[in-house]
């Protein structure tokens, strides 16, 4: 096995306990192998030394919402792109995600099983993902983008990306299935209305309480998948929860009723603060957006952030996510200031993009913590995040990223050294 050794850095390991200065962490192949600031190595070993140069060294960050093959643009661009333009683009935001630190993604939707296979065959460089194939949303509904005009702007079905709407028990129940052969490792449907459609609200409701019980049926009796919620309205968002709904996304109109139902099913948040924000930003810096979307972007964005802040007060379970694709890839962990501007502290921002990331994506048992028998995934930064959270904003401040023990990014010196048995 191939062996590397980090020193000389800050160990922030994603439990949310306090930091090990001067740490190690020894990795074997694709898994930590031992961490602390005094470790016993094996012996007459060569190792591959990664200097940290007092940098701080945290898990691999988990982004739990993003849109892989999309990246928002000009409808009239997108609608005379090749078809297959958006897969040699998706390189690229892959690419852009793994440097800014983020290591394992959930794809809430438009990424068929083909790129995730990519990546783990290594032909493209990206996080490691799950995939949810194509939302499942109502005729009208969000996800559904046809226009007054009578143009249709949803994307195109083809074999890997079935389409997604659906209406009544048995098309949805057909649908989750269609979604599932497909390869899906999550089930994403639309609870409610969105921001960027053009025929709804947030607050609309979509699915009845019994379709979306009929699709965690579905999936966790076929299959044992979990399903995430766009849900963004209360009576949807509490339909969701109702039905047994792993995750909650987005959750701008949370009331006291929806949180309490949350805390009694454990239900997961995930707030992507972000996508608001961004949408406002896009329309300043050009004229493309639709006023659609810049108006409910308006009119939502304070309401979101006391959503947020409430459920978190009331101590919902809060994993990182950001909706990107609807802002830039690679600009994914701005959230975790905007999760701080609500109350979080820079620990607890951490901890929601590391372990209890894992934990919503069902993978708390490999991933989200820098612990021994862990996958091997690792960032290295040249700042302390929990004195300013902000400065992992900057990609380039991430200086090290390390993915199933593989060195995919890295600024810092990195040497060959014969050891023996010995500690650190």
């Not at 997961?268 to 108006?295: G, I, R």
């Not at 959270?389 to 040497?415: F, Q, W, Y």
Request: include cysteine; aromatic fraction near 4%.
């Amino acid at each position: 096995m191939s062996y590397k050794l980090i020193k000389n850095g800050t160990l922030l390991d994603g439990t949310g306990a306090e930091p090990i200065p001067d740490a190690v962490v020894l990795i074997n192949g694709t898994k930590i192998e031992a961490v602390g600031s005094d470790i016993h190595l094996p012996e007459d070993i060569e190792v591959e030394v990664i200097d940290a140069d007092q940098g701080y060294i945290l898990p691999g960050l988990i982004d739990t919402h993003v849109h892989m093959v999309m990246e928002l643009k000009d409808i009239g661009e997108s609608l005379n792109e090749p078809f297959t333009l958006k897969f040699y683009q998706a390189i690229h935001y892959m690419k852009r995600t793994l440097d800014a630190g983020v290591t394992t993604i959930r794809d809430a939707g438009f990424t068929d099983v083909g790129v995730k296979t990519a990546v783990e065959q290594g032909l493209v460089a990206g996080p490691r993902m799950q995939v949810s194939i194509n939302p499942l949303t109502i005729t009208g509904g969000h996800g559904d983008s046809w226009r007054h005009s009578g143009i249709d702007a949803t994307p195109k079905s083809y074999p890997g990306l079935p389409s997604g709407i659906c209406d009544g028990p048995e098309q949805v129940r057909k649908k989750v299935r269609e979604m599932l052969r497909a390869g899906a490792d999550v089930i994403k449907v639309h609870a409610t209305g969105g921001v960027m459609s053009p025929t709804d609200h947030p607050e609309f409701t979509q699915f009845s309480e019994e379709e979306l019980a009929i699709i965690v049926q579905e999936a966790t009796y076929r299959k044992g998948v979990k399903v995430m919620a766009h849900a963004q309205g209360a009576e949807g968002i509490k339909n969701a929860v109702k039905a047994g709904i792993h995750s909650i996304e987005h959750g701008i109109f949370l009331d006291d009723e929806a949180i309490e139902l949350m805390l009694e099913n454990g239900t997961y948040l995930v707030p992507t603060l972000l996508a608001p924000v961004s949408v406002l930003e896009a329309s300043e810096q050009n004229d493309d957006m639709p006023d659609f979307a810049v108006q409910k972007a308006k009119e939502v964005i304070d309401i979101h952030k006391e959503s947020i802040a409430k459920a978190y007060q009331a101590g919902v379970k809060i994993a990182m996510g950001t909706d990107a694709g609807v802002m830039a890839h690679g600009t994914n962990l701005r959230e975790l200031g905007l999760m701080c501007d609500i109350g979080m502290t820079p620990m607890e921002a951490i901890t929601a993009s590391t372990k209890v990331a894992a934990e919503c994506m069902g993978w708390d048992d490999k991933l989200g913590t820098i612990e021994s028998g862990k996958l091997a995934d690792l960032i290295i930064t040249k700042h302390n995040p929990l004195e300013d959270i902000r400065s992992l904003e900057d990609p380039d401040a991430i200086v090290t990223v390390i993915k199933d023990g593989v060195i995919e990014k890295n600024l810092l010196s990195v040497g060959t050294e014969s050891l023996t048995y010995s500690s650190l």
